[in-house]
């Protein structure tokens, strides 16, 4: 019986289109290699579950939901929900404000801390790894280049409901 012919894809496709293809596919690796990191240090701490600790740690004072909300790019009910798991993992609490009873606060705990500084660490060290094909010098064009498209698509997204952190960068 003759073998089938092996489909391949077309050879020829439009730019923009493979750079939506390898940005895709560049994120969902970086987010596989992200994951096995942490499974393998045992940190049970999901990418978003991380990102929403990085934020809290950042804020000057205690953030509520909705400030943090505001600073990631995840939906506002999904960082509630991430809160809430955080919370009876023992990693945030979240306290009445005292001046606006209406409004809560949200504050990493011991715990909380401790993990998030670990998986930082963790992840940091893995992460030279997966960077290491680039030189500092295209890993800051990258970081330019991927800024510019994130600030352009951010309103398109989110009109004006985000703020994100405009990180400064340490070069070397």
């Not at 990191?37 to 049970?44: R, S």
């Not at 949200?106 to 790894?129: K, P, S």
């Amino acid at each position: 019986m003759p073998k089938k012919p092996a489909v391949t894809p077309s050879p020829t496709i439009d730019l923009d289109w493979y750079l939506r293809i390898l940005l895709f596919q560049s994120s969902h690796l970086l987010t596989k290699l992200w994951s096995r990191w942490l499974k393998k240090k045992k940190i049970n701490l999901s990418g978003e579950a991380f990102a929403i600790l990085h934020e809290i740690n950042n804020f000057n004072g205690l953030p509520t939901p909705y400030s943090i909300a505001k600073s990631v790019i995840f939906e506002p009910a999904a960082v509630s929900a991430m809160i809430g798991r955080l919370e009876n993992q023992g990693l945030v609490t979240k306290h009445k404000d005292l001046k606006e009873k209406h409004m809560v606060r949200v504050e990493l705990t011991q715990n909380g801390r401790d993990l998030f500084e670990n998986a930082r660490q963790d992840i940091e060290a893995a992460g030279h790894d997966s960077m290491e094909c680039l030189t500092d010098i295209e890993k800051e064009f990258l970081a330019n280049i991927l800024l510019k498209l994130r600030d352009h698509l951010l309103p398109q997204v989110y009109k004006q409901s985000k703020i994100l952190v405009e990180y400064k960068i340490n070069l070397k």
